[in-house]
């Protein structure tokens, strides 16, 4: 590698290092007596310099301030992830109400159709629906959902809460933070992440042998 890549390879590391010691424009604003950053939370305006900087370098480091498109930090991801996790409990519970509904209408359909000798292709059709209904839900059943998707949005939902107590913490300078409280909340993302993974595979395996036993089972499950 010729000099001037080290050399900018050394300058860039050098960015990095001093990014939670000097966030970009942040001295600046401070040196020009601001007394609040961009934030959820305001900072108290009587803090010394060095504490408003420790409040923006964890800002700038955790993801609460700005929106990057990559790169993002461990409270964006915790945040949008738990949203994700949120709308997956809405939309499986709703599914799993409307395919209980759908599986009762078609029940006391065939019961009708039963008792009126009626089209052997109606009975056929209609039981089938039933039989796709009952794999469904035995799917999202195996699956944990919708309780699965709760679980995992109370998770993000207690990463996002710690970090923005954190956060109002350092607004009145109390508790302030150092490597190994990052290091703390970069565990608690990774055992997160972690845990729902293996969970996942584990339900994903169960699910798939439920779906399998289901095929002649036209009974909804129990839920």
Not at 31 to 42: H, I, L, Q, R, Y
Request: charged share 20%; proline share 4%.
């Amino acid at each position: 590698m010729s000099g001037s890549g080290l050399q900018d390879m050394e300058e860039r590391e050098g960015e990095r290092i001093t990014t939670m010691e000097n966030p970009t424009g942040f001295v600046e604003d401070v040196e020009k007596g601001a007394t609040s950053v961009d934030g959820p939370s305001n900072p108290d305006p009587t803090l010394p310099k060095s504490e408003l900087l420790t409040l923006a370098a964890f800002r700038k480091w955790a993801g609460i301030r700005g929106n990057e498109e990559f790169n993002k930090g461990v409270y964006q991801k915790a945040v949008k992830r738990g949203r994700s996790a949120r709308l997956a409990y809405i939309l499986s519970s709703r599914l799993i109400i409307i395919c209980i509904v759908i599986q009762i209408m078609v029940g006391a359909a065939l019961t009708a159709l039963g008792a009126s000798n009626a089209s052997s292709v109606a009975v056929t059709v209609l039981g089938a629906v039933n039989t796709a209904i009952a794999g469904l839900l035995a799917y999202l059943k195996s699956s944990g959902l919708p309780n699965h998707a709760k679980s995992i949005q109370m998770q993000w939902n207690g990463l996002q809460d710690y970090i923005e107590r954190r956060e109002r913490e350092l607004c009145i300078g109390f508790n302030p933070v150092d490597t190994a409280e990052l290091k703390k909340i970069e565990d608690m993302y990774k055992s997160i992440q972690t845990g729902i993974e293996v969970k996942s595979v584990d339900w994903y395996g169960s699910a798939t042998k439920q779906i399998h036993s289901s095929g002649t089972n036209e009974a909804a499950p129990s839920l």
